[in-house]
């Protein structure tokens, strides 16, 4: 399902109001607001890069410079208790408490990824290790049969009898 779009940096994601019969968005990450509509999904698409267009053709006209998405700056709310220990940690470490801020969402957007990729590691680790043991017990089977005594000699009983 894709439902957020980009177009020259900005994003929007698509809304509907079935009440109305309309889809709907707005520029995200800028303080400005600019929004927009469309009675179809597939005239969405474009109205969102008809405000964009807008946007910018405005900002010029009017002497500002648009605002780009993500300014790598953000108000936080958190509890005091969290801000205490956080302002601490990095006092402790000799970082200020936005490089501590910053290197805890650099660990919570990479342990995401790195979840994925470990956790397709181990799949990949775990379906040699079920091959290669397939394979083991196959060998083991076919020494079975060709030599009934091995099994007696080494002290175990086959659980199943091969076809």
Known sequence: ????????GYHTKAEVDLEEGIVYGK???????????????E?????????????????????????????????????????RKIALLAYKNGDSLN?????AIQGYVTESSQTEITLQETVSN????LASQSSYYRKEDEIIRKFPKFEKNM?????????
Request: one cysteine or more; aromatic letters at 12%; charged letters at 35%.
């Open 1 to 8: 399902m894709k439902n957020i779009l980009e177009y020259k």
């Open 27 to 41: 520029i995200e990450g800028i303080r400005d607001l600019v929004n927009f509509e469309s009675e179809t999904l």
């Open 43 to 83: 005239d969405f698409e474009k109205e969102f890069h008809l405000a964009v267009d807008d946007y910018i053709e405005f900002c010029k006209e009017v002497g500002k410079t648009p605002e780009k998405e993500y300014k790598g700056s953000f108000n936080v709310r958190i509890t005091p208790e969290l801000h």
């Open 99 to 103: 490089q501590a801020v910053e290197k």
């Open 126 to 129: 775990l379906s040699k290790v």
């Open 155 to 163: 002290g175990f009983k086959m659980i199943y009898e091969p076809s």
